[in-house]
């Protein structure tokens, strides 16, 4: 059985915990307590040199970290990954945006709230900018869903998935989503897909 | 033919003018200059919305952003991406570490310094955080090539190319390689592949 090393709170974790509940699939997990070091100890680090949840133990020996790598994975040959080429390329695209242009503003600035972290010079200084930055992510995403129901093709996809994770709680870091009414009715759409499971409920997986 | 939207010093874009050499695959380059706005333009947003380059103008009408989902596009059904599913899955694992923990550290400090940018104060405290972050990539890059030639399996890939754009101009942000034996031999191997072309090489693809 797969085993996941999981953190309730990381919408990263949460995308895992998602596709695996969507696709019916069985899994164990063990949570981390991220603000106590616990994905920096030196048992954890065997497992991801990188030092972050989620990783995914795919046997007792072989460990996938990063949660849109995680995604592909999964997602093979299920109709969460287009089978068209162009499709699977705008899937790719979608996920690196997320990581990139998204995730680093939009998350980042809801872990330091919710976390209520120390405001160091640097996070007093880089927060209106992430807030900038995460509003202009918005802004791609909204006029991509002005005409379209889903990011890539005409189904929900893993590019969905990834999105969805910390779109639909980027409002705990401070981002209005009223002016987004496309992203608004798209975060709708993806909460009634079947087997949608909340990023809280912490009754899905067996806890070790 | 394939059109690239490019810019020279970008090592984004240096990975799919890499890939589209080793492939042998002709292709138009388009150069923009990012410190002019150049990708920031109504016509260049139609292109890429988040106005960023590199872009690959696939058909006239068909655009693929995102460096490291280019490369899994032209790299799939090649030798550059592995067939074998967790391989292929550990490929994407590195793609996004590139894009999150490498990238946004080590590319943005030599984007920084060489293009001489005006130090406001988000980049005079960003700038040390940035260093110790990119020196933490490179140790989790050092640790795993001790023991490997390559970053997946036993073969070149698209990992590895994602990873050599910036690794191997770090040094044009101040970062010290010296202490990363097995990734300065790992560069050699890089550089040693079959069609393998340089970052300032203007010689490829047929400029418009």
Redesign the interface.
């Known amino acids: 059985m797969y085993r996941l090393h999981d953190n309730l709170a990381s919408g990263n974790a949460y995308k895992v915990r998602l596709i695996l509940s969507q696709l019916g699939i069985p899994f164990e997990r063990i949570a981390y307590d991220t603000d106590r070091g616990e994905t920096r100890t030196v048992e954890f680090l065997k497992k991801n040199?990188?030092g972050k949840i989620p990783v995914l133990e795919?046997t007792p020996s072989?460990f996938?970290?990063?949660?849109?790598?995680?995604l592909?994975?999964l997602a093979?040959d299920t109709h969460f990954l287009p089978a068209d080429?162009?499709q699977?390329?705008?899937t790719?695209?979608w996920?690196?945006?997320e990581?990139?242009?998204h995730?680093?503003n939009i998350a980042t600035v809801r872990y330091w709230i919710t976390h209520k972290v120390e405001m160091t010079?640097?996070r007093r200084?880089?927060l209106p900018?992430k807030r900038e930055d995460g509003v202009a992510a918005l802004n791609?995403m909204e006029?991509?869903l002005a005409d379209r129901e889903w990011f890539v093709g005409t189904a929900y996809s893993i590019a969905d998935m990834a999105l969805y994770a910390y779109t639909h709680v980027a409002h705990e870091g401070g981002f209005d989503l009223s002016p987004f009414p496309a992203i608004q009715n798209w975060l709708n759409r993806v909460a009634a897909e079947p087997n949608h499971v909340q990023i809280t409920d912490d009754k899905i997986g067996r806890v070790r």
Chains 1, 2 share one sequence.
Do not use: G, K, T
């Open positions: 040199p990188n795919l072989r996938l970290a990063e949660s849109n790598a995680i592909c994975y093979e080429r162009l699977r390329a705008q790719m695209q996920l690196f945006f990581q990139y242009s995730e680093p010079e640097y200084v880089a900018i791609v006029q991509h």
